[in-house]
């Protein structure tokens, strides 16, 4: 999982395999979360989002779950290809409402490397 | 990609000049930010706005300004550029103020 500090987590595996990215969140008020996708020299790109009114989200191959009990988040990306290497980083809103416009804390991120 | 461009894309200069950094979108989304991203801080907002003329600081704005005249253009300054800066800066947009979306950023190296 992400944490603070001078050293990303990180996670090899190998082609075809499932990936299962782990992220802890700090704010109990925050009620949207993210995963973005950062490949080397580029900006993050969206992936997906849930609210957290949900549990689970799907989209394309990934597969965020989202547990408010421990303030837990994860990114499931299946069948894993060398084309999802990368960083990823969760990030949370912190509560909407009021004047938070939308603002995001973002976590450390991980490091993904698929091997062919 | 939401139509964000960034400029200019690579950028060296001398502490204690001032600099420029723009942020460009094609979307007219209301929401607008700026991050700085370095290693072992991960992305940090530096200021936001939220519509014309509407700014606000973030976690590390310090030694930044910005300005926001039109809705496609969000301007960052570094009045005086110190070798603290140097870093890499994203901008991002949103149109509903959750899913933002980032531009593909600027590499700023202050000697």
């Known amino acids: 999982g992400e944490s603070v500090g001078l050293h990303l987590p990180t996670l090899s595996v190998q082609e075809g395999d499932n990936s299962i990215i782990n992220c802890a969140y700090s704010n109990s008020a925050s009620d949207y979360f993210i995963w973005y996708k950062q490949e080397s020299g580029k900006g993050p790109q969206f992936i997906i989002d849930?609210?957290?009114?949900?549990d689970k989200r799907q989209g394309q191959r990934v597969t965020v779950l989202l547990n408010k009990t421990v303030k837990h988040l994860s990114l499931q990306i299946a069948a894993t290809q060398p084309g999802d290497s990368a960083v990823y980083f969760c990030a949370e809103n912190g509560g909407a409402g009021g004047t938070s416009y939308g603002k995001l804390t973002f976590g450390q991120g991980t490091i993904l490397t698929v091997h062919p | 990609d939401a139509g964000i461009t960034q400029s200019p894309r690579h950028k060296v200069t001398e502490t204690g000049t001032p600099v420029t950094l723009r942020c460009h979108q094609t979307e007219n989304h209301r929401y607008m930010y700026w991050y700085r991203q370095d290693p072992g801080h991960g992305l940090r907002l530096i200021h936001y706005s939220y519509g014309v003329k509407d700014t606000d600081k973030g976690e590390v704005s310090d030694g930044y300004s910005v300005s926001r005249s039109k809705t496609e253009d969000f301007l960052l300054t570094l009045e005086s550029a110190t070798s603290s800066q140097t870093s890499v800066y994203f901008c991002?947009?949103?149109?509903?103020?959750?899913?933002?979306?980032f531009g593909p950023g600027t590499r700023l190296t202050v000697l």
């Open positions: 991002a947009v949103s149109p509903t103020d959750n899913e933002q979306f």
């Open positions: 849930i609210r957290s009114n949900m």
